[in-house]
């Protein structure tokens, strides 16, 4: 029966864990999260602190799930796990009552669940605690000294990893704008064919498409175009809208043979230092033989550059839109064809002789390359963190 509680707290543990480690990986979507609960429940004078609260909570949600796998302060962590999960089940009751609008955010951008899925969840996460804890009070026993050294290592790689996802972009990208996503305009344009990598396992083939990539066993082949319908016949591209000084639609500059997109959600924020840097890698995308775009918020009153090359291709759109495009604030986003190849954070550009290899490569093998790199790092570290806690 102790055997079956403990599995039970792991569980629970386990899923705090997730939720945290997903919504660390995606600080700028937590923080857009907090302000929308924010916004509903009347505490907007608390918004220009949601950055931050959306990075603690996430960081409480890991160390607490790894506390509770590793066994470590139980009694603590029995009052801790009781509160955060009584307080989201009242929360998620009365969003779903009265029918709020946002999504949850329980699990970042990674996973959406509606306000009464995320009350059932809470619900099961409820009965779990029951079974590893109650009555609240009684001994739960003592774990072996070396869970506290397996709780410390978690601890401090879910803080690291955090620290890492606040001065990048997430290692997975899970909006509505990642890498592989097709673009189209305003008018809807968008491009009939989809292009899969095949590649061969023991005398077979399969199709993998950049959302999808193969893992090591496989061997590639050649590339193949298909319909559209092949991933998805109801699936039209994405919208990326944006406009000129005189509010003249220009989305379909998006739509060319090889772009690089600079976003800025917050151009005001851009300093000198970084504008410069911006010039520099505008001119080099220019020089290797990109087109170069840069999107701000604003208007063209409130947002000027003293950058000729940046002002003569600069263009206005949406602040979340340019959030979901790129979460760092002067990013930027390759785009081949209309399909989205590529992302970088602000401060790790590609320098000219990067772009020059950009260039020369195929941009479907590139993307699903960059998003294999993702996908294995991230679930490097859940393997990395699970094995720790609970292995050693």
Same mark, same amino acid.
């Given at each position: 029966?102790?055997?079956?509680?403990?599995?039970?707290?792991?569980?629970?543990?386990?899923?705090?864990?997730?939720?945290?480690?997903?919504?660390?990986?995606? !600080?700028?979507?937590?923080?857009?999260?907090?302000?929308?609960?924010?916004?509903?429940?009347?505490?907007?004078?608390?918004?220009?602190?949601?950055?931050?609260?959306?990075v603690?909570?996430?960081?409480?949600?890991?160390?607490?799930?790894?506390?509770?796998?590793?066994?470590?302060?139980?009694?603590?962590?029995?009052?801790?796990?009781?509160?955060?999960?009584?307080?989201?089940?009242?929360?998620?009751?009365?969003?779903?009552?009265?029918?709020?609008s946002?999504?949850?955010?329980?699990?970042?951008?990674?996973?959406?669940?509606?306000?009464?899925?995320?009350?059932?969840?809470?619900?099961?996460?409820?009965?779990?605690?029951?079974?590893?804890?109650?009555?609240?009070?009684?001994?739960?026993?003592?774990?072996?000294?070396?869970?506290?050294?397996?709780?410390?290592?978690?601890?401090?790689?879910?803080a690291?990893?955090?620290?890492?996802?606040?001065?990048?972009?997430?290692?997975?990208?899970?909006?509505?704008?990642? !890498?592989?996503?097709?673009?189209?305009?305003?008018?809807?344009?968008?491009?009939?064919?989809?292009?899969?990598?095949?590649?061969?396992?023991?005398?077979?083939?399969?199709?993998?498409t !950049?959302?999808?990539?193969?893992?090591?066993?496989?061997?590639?082949?050649?590339?193949?175009?298909?319909?559209?319908?092949?991933?998805d016949?109801?699936?039209?591209?994405?919208?990326?809208?944006?406009c000129?000084?005189?509010?003249?639609?220009?989305?379909?500059?998006?739509?060319?043979?090889?772009?690089?997109?600079?976003?800025?959600?917050?151009?005001?924020?851009?300093?000198?230092?970084?504008?410069?840097?911006?010039?520099?890698?505008?001119?080099?995308?220019?020089?290797a033989?990109?087109?170069?775009?840069?999107?701000?918020?604003?208007? !063209?009153?409130?947002?000027?550059?003293?950058?000729?090359?940046?002002?003569?291709?600069?263009?206005?759109?949406?602040?979340?839109?340019?959030?979901?495009?790129?979460?760092?604030?002067?990013?930027?986003?390759?785009?081949?064809?209309?399909?989205?190849?590529?992302?970088?954070?602000?401060?790790?550009?590609?320098?000219?002789?990067?772009?020059?290899?950009?260039?020369?490569k195929?941009?479907?093998?590139?993307?699903?390359?960059?998003?294999?790199?993702?996908?294995?790092?991230?679930?490097?570290?859940?393997?990395?963190?699970?094995?720790?806690?609970?292995?050693?």
């Open positions: 029966m102790n055997g079956f509680k403990r599995i039970c707290a792991v569980i629970a543990g386990a899923v705090l864990f997730i939720s945290g480690g997903l919504k660390l990986m995606d !600080p700028l979507g937590a923080s857009l999260v907090v302000q929308e609960y924010l916004k509903f429940f009347h505490l907007n004078f608390l918004s220009f602190a949601s950055a931050v609260i959306g603690v909570l996430a960081l409480f949600e890991g160390v607490l799930g790894a506390a509770l796998i590793t066994g470590v302060w139980r009694r603590f962590c029995a009052i801790a796990s009781l509160c955060l999960f009584g307080v989201f089940t009242i929360i998620t009751a009365v969003l779903w009552i009265a029918g709020a946002f999504d949850c955010g329980c699990f970042g951008e990674a996973l959406h669940l509606e306000h009464w899925q995320s009350f059932v969840k809470n619900i099961a996460l409820l009965i779990l605690w029951c079974i590893a804890f109650a009555p609240l009070g009684k001994d739960y026993g003592r774990p072996q000294k070396v869970k506290y050294a397996s709780f410390a290592i978690a601890s401090v790689s879910i690291l990893f955090g620290l890492y996802s606040i001065l990048s972009i997430p290692m997975v990208d899970f909006t509505n704008l990642k !890498p592989g996503t097709e673009l189209s305009g305003a008018d809807g344009e968008n491009f009939d064919d989809i292009t899969a990598a095949i590649y061969e396992k023991n005398g077979r083939e399969g199709a993998f !950049p959302d999808c990539p193969p893992d090591s066993t496989w061997t590639f082949v050649r590339y193949q175009n298909y319909g559209r319908g092949f991933v016949d109801q699936a039209p591209g994405q919208p990326l809208s944006f000129d000084a005189f509010g003249n639609y220009a989305d379909s500059l998006a739509l060319g043979d090889k772009v690089m997109i600079i976003s800025s959600w917050n151009p005001q924020a851009l300093s000198e230092r970084r504008t410069d840097t911006l010039e520099k890698f505008a001119l080099s995308a220019e020089k033989g990109f087109a170069v775009l840069f999107l701000v918020s604003g208007t !063209p009153e409130t947002v000027k550059t003293s950058s000729p090359s940046l002002a003569a291709a600069t263009y206005f759109a949406d602040r979340r839109l340019l959030m979901t495009l790129n979460r760092s604030n002067g990013g930027v986003t390759y785009v081949s064809g209309g399909l989205i190849t590529a992302k970088w954070p602000a401060g790790s550009l590609p320098d000219a002789s990067e772009l020059g290899s950009v260039w020369k195929d941009p479907v093998e590139y993307l699903m390359r960059r998003s294999s790199k993702g996908k294995v790092r991230f679930q490097g570290f859940l393997l990395y963190t699970f094995a720790v806690m609970l292995l050693l």
